[in-house]
């Protein structure tokens, strides 16, 4: 049996009341500070009350300061947490004071005429009565600062509350030491990676090697090292297994590490072991090691400091001698293997090896009832094969009864058995170390990872700039706030609380997504802490003043009788719906300040007129909505920085939006999506004149240019964007748009279409490219390949479609430095396709489509030795497979589509003469087209390819043209 961690229920309690407590601390610390950037930031607007803003400001930094303070003193308990509340709420209504101030005084006088100057008179007494509440309420605010004080000092905390907060950190350490050491017989899934790893412990040079094992908190690291460590201790003459945790004390580490390492001979020079210094003793052992064959394991390390400070002690002597780390932190893994290691990360468990976790810890016997089983299988995968929650989980459902009604529970409401089942709170701690130990200003970036659904897969650039628009990314000197937003998402990659769901070709995040377990932890403290609230059926419960409100589900939801003054964000991830009051009935008096409306996929026919009274607005989407026009009163969302419109049916903005001038992102297309890709796919939107005054756009997309070439001369003003799409462009267009270009130095993509199909492409007079540039889709005849596309060094993408080249554009594609995914569709007018020698070193994904006159494609060796994924379409002169192949070792993927019949037969398994030169590859792929057929049944081993064929061993489809998938590639 495992051998569990108990704790009583004393513990428990302190336990959680010092989280609540360490968790509103930082959750006020990251209001504080965002309240004080913006007073600075808006002192300018305040007129005669910025002294009294001052005044305030200072108070704020005052209880920033003290809150910090109390954290550190690691007071606890029930009059602290009532304490840090208090403080909560005063900072959230000087949030809101501050935030409705701003929305009053951006309401300028605009009117004209008699009525007019009334309408004026009235504005102009608003600002006056909001400056008179600002000042007012700044009174206050102070006034309710002090008594928060007053009553701290009346009623102060236990003074042994440092003693517990010491206990408390002593029982997560050792519950993490001791989580997961089980039999032998009760390890799942541990096999194969114990393995891997005794094989890096054995193998390779004689010198120092370094193994850090990283991954997520409850993954089971320490389990598989201490397995590990279990099976090799007999080759190495000292052995040493040290836990260093977050609050390292480097002299403590260096006295056990001595003392492990010489349990049975002490050396003389460790005789005052207890009064050596700290240098002394790193000294001392690097001598006692020399010639010695060690194996040394530094169990959860956070900080590379510990790293930085323990290798020195430890000497190279070419013995064969080992050290293995466990960390969360994967900059921290990276670090430690230099000059030499090796980074592994176990892998969460495969869905039957968790499956059999769950039975070992759930049930006696090893057998899950009947009735049971599709709700079992409905928690396990919610534990997305992490052991320590699927381990914590049986745990729990051991000691139920085993009927239906309360696994159903259990099901239903994890979140909530986190909160209040003392078995899961182990678990819960373990993880929450990873958030205590994230940086103030990242805390407030995880949380918000709770307003998407579970297993959501979130865009990359979608969180990006809900973060921005939440003011949660700081500016710094010299760097863009989404590339600062970017460091950001990637250091939470990086200590392993965020996951990635999806990459780009190069290994770039495109989205990620958040493990269930952590999901239904934060979403639990955001809802304590009122960072936002989560509707998911008509039984949740939603806080008075709700700050951030995010909609799963419209059962059951009332929201009439809801105080919504306070709402910064609102989402709706009831895609389909009908939106009705408040949602869509957007009045100043109930959203006011809001910040965040995203109402992506809701079946939204008009614009709401009442959004454009949301004066603090940031972040509006309407994609994939039936929205078709603007008002012009949108020129009143001043501070707009986000206008998502993609897949909606808007194809034309009015003039007003040149007001918006913090518009950083104008996202404006859609898609025509069909089975197979027409010339004109993509449809973007008349851009106006005045367009180059939107100085501050980082992505604009898609510009609709067709009889207008002095406006793309005006996008030369730009000189901001990153990504610029373009549609619809005559020949005549080319030096204006290529001027335009050499001026957008920060360009990291370009989607270039011509007017037709056969409206020359022009982009030769492009003298100098953005030096940056990464993706390159170009779509419109070609007289020749642009000479300056051989001098993109950072290219990573390149897609050709129609540009029917005569010339063949491989000799000056087959040395671009970085070109990893390249796109030939109706590219080339040539018989010959030959990759040569050397050529394309860095290629993964290479698509040929539609090249009519193709009879012939040719692979070199040493030609494209790094392919992955290799697809053909349509290229019906092509009677046989490539010749070289079979030289292609990396290849993983084959797909041909709509190929001839007498080029698929030479790849028939047993019968095709061509068969041996793909046998390497595992996954070879057909599609038919066939106007009359529908799409056939696949099952990868008897397919039948038609009534009259069958096959063995590869996977065949015979397609309608109106259900064919076209490609995994995204230039397929």
């Known amino acids: 049996m495992m051998n569990h961690f108990c704790i009583t229920s004393f513990e428990y309690h ?79 209504d000087t949030e809101d004071i501050l935030d409705e101030f701003m929305f009053l005084i951006e309401q300028k006088p605009q009117w004209h005429g008699v009525a007019g100057f009334c309408k004026n008179i009235s504005v102009f007494l608003k600002r006056f009565k909001a400056k008179r509440q600002l000042s007012y309420a700044v009174k206050d605010i ?103 945790s977050k609050s390292f004390d480097l002299k403590q580490i260096l006295r056990e590490v001595i003392r492990q390492l010489f349990q049975e001979t002490m050396p003389p020079a460790f005789q005052d072991l207890e009064t050596m210094t700290e240098t002394k003793l790193m000294q001392e052992l690097f001598k006692s090691l020399q010639d010695k064959r060690y194996l040394i394991v530094f169990d959860d390390i956070w900080d590379i400091r510990a790293w930085e400070a323990l290798k020195s002690a430890l000497p190279d002597c070419g013995c064969c001698s080992r050290i293995m780390i466990t960390t969360r932190d994967t900059i921290i893994a990276r670090s430690c293997i230099r000059p030499y290691g090796e980074v592994y990360s176990p892998q969460q468990l495969q869905e039957e090896d968790a499956w059999s976790l769950f039975l070992k810890r759930t049930f006696s016997d ?31 459902l051991s000691t139920k009864d085993k009927n239906l009604f309360e696994w159903m529970r259990v099901h239903k409401s994890l979140g909530a058995q986190l909160e209040d089942n003392i078995q899961l709170l182990n678990a819960e701690r373990v993880l929450l170390l990873s958030y205590n130990d994230l940086p103030h200003h990242l805390k407030p970036c995880f949380l918000y990872l709770s307003i998407f659904p579970e297993d959501f897969s979130i865009e990359r650039m979608r969180l990006i700039r809900l973060w921005i628009a939440e003011g949660f990314v700081r500016e710094i000197e010299g760097f863009l706030v989404e590339e600062v937003a970017e460091d950001y998402l990637m250091e939470l990659i990086n200590r392993n609380l965020i996951q990635i769901s999806k990459t780009e070709i190069d290994g770039s995040l495109r989205s990620c997504q958040v493990h269930d377990i952590f999901r239904e932890i934060i979403t639990r403290k955001s809802r304590e802490e009122n960072f936002a609230t989560v509707f998911v059926h008509e039984n949740t419960r939603m806080n008075e003043n709700i700050r951030r409100l995010s909609i799963h589900s419209t059962e059951g939801i009332v929201l009439e009788k809801k105080s919504l003054s306070h709402l910064r964000s609102l989402f709706t991830f009831k895609y389909g719906t009908v939106w009705s009051s408040p949602v869509c009935n957007f009045t100043t008096s109930r959203l006011k300040l809001l910040r965040v409306l995203d109402l992506a996929g809701t079946s939204l026919e008009i614009f709401p007129s009442g959004i454009v009274n949301l004066f603090l607005l940031r972040y509006l989407s309407l994609r994939n909505t039936l929205i078709k026009e603007l008002p012009k009163s949108i020129s009143k969302l001043g501070n707009l920085e986000t206008l998502d419109l993609k897949q909606t049916r808007v194809t034309k903005l009015p003039v007003e939006i040149l007001k918006l001038k913090k518009l950083r992102h104008l996202l404006v297309y859609r898609y025509e999506v069909q089975s197979y890709l027409p010339f004109h796919s993509k449809q973007g939107f008349k851009v106006m004149v005045g367009i180059g005054g939107l100085v501050s756009l980082q992505k604009l997309s898609i510009v609709d240019a067709n009889e207008d070439s002095g406006i793309l001369q005006e996008l030369g003003k730009l000189t901001q964007l990153r990504k610029l799409g373009i549609i619809n462009l005559w020949r005549k267009d080319g030096v204006g748009l290529c001027t335009s270009i050499q001026k957008m130095i920060h360009l990291r993509s370009l989607d270039v279409t011509s007017l037709q199909a056969d409206e020359i492409l022009d982009l030769d007079s492009l003298t100098s490219c953005p030096p940056f540039l990464e993706r390159l889709y170009m779509r419109g005849p070609l007289t020749k390949l642009p000479g300056w596309i051989s001098e993109l060094a950072n290219l990573v993408t390149l897609s050709l479609r129609w540009s029917r080249l005569e010339e063949d554009p491989l000799e000056s594609l087959q040395g671009l430095p970085k070109l990893m995914e390249l796109g030939l569709h109706q590219a080339y007018e040539g018989a010959e396709l030959c990759f040569k020698k050397n050529s394309f070193l860095l290629l993964k994904l290479l698509s040929i489509n539609d090249l009519n006159h193709l009879e012939m494609v040719r692979f070199e060796e040493g030609a494209l030795p790094c392919l992955q994924a290799l697809c053909i379409q349509r290229c019906e002169k092509l009677q046989e497979v490539p010749k070289g192949i079979e030289l292609l070792k990396e290849v993983k993927e084959l797909q041909f589509y709509g190929m001839s019949d007498s080029f698929c037969t030479r790849l028939l398994p047993n019968r095709g003469q061509d068969h041996w030169k793909v046998k390497h590859i595992p996954d070879v792929q057909f599609i038919y087209y066939r106007d009359e057929w529908k799409l056939w049944p696949v099952d990868g081993t008897d397919i039948l390819l038609d009534p009259s064929h069958q096959t063995v061993g590869m996977h065949f489809a015979i397609s309608s043209r109106k259900k064919t998938f076209l490609g995994k590639g995204s230039i397929c």
């Open 14 to 92: 302190f336990y959680l009341k010092k989280e609540l407590r360490t968790m509103a601390v930082e959750a006020m610390t990251f209001v504080l500070e965002k309240v004080v950037a913006l007073f600075e930031e808006e002192v300018k607007l305040l007129g005669g009350v910025s002294h009294k803003v001052d005044s305030i400001k200072t108070e704020l930094q005052s209880m920033r300061a003290f809150l910090r303070d109390a954290n550190d003193r690691g007071e606890s308990g029930e009059g602290v947490k009532v304490w840090v509340e208090q403080v909560r709420d005063v900072t959230y």
């Open 142 to 244: 102070k006034r309710k600062i002090c008594d928060i004080s007053d009553r701290r000092l009346r009623y102060p905390s236990s003074k042994d509350n440092l003693q517990h907060d010491s206990t408390s950190t002593e029982l997560v350490h050792s519950f993490r030491r001791n989580a997961g050491f089980g039999e032998e017989t009760d390890l799942i899934g541990i096999e194969n990676p114990r393995r891997e790893l005794i094989g890096l412990l054995l193998e390779g040079e004689s010198r120092v090697r370094v193994i850090p094992v990283v991954g997520m908190g409850g993954v089971g690291k320490t389990t598989l090292v201490r397995k590990v460590y279990d099976r090799v201790m007999d080759r190495f003459q000292h052995l040493a297994w040290v836990t260093v």
């Open 366 to 396: 090893n057998s899950c009832p009947r009735e049971l089983e599709k709700l079992s299988r409905g928690i396990v995968k919610k534990c997305k094969g992490l052991p320590l929650a699927i381990g914590a989980i049986g745990g729990l």
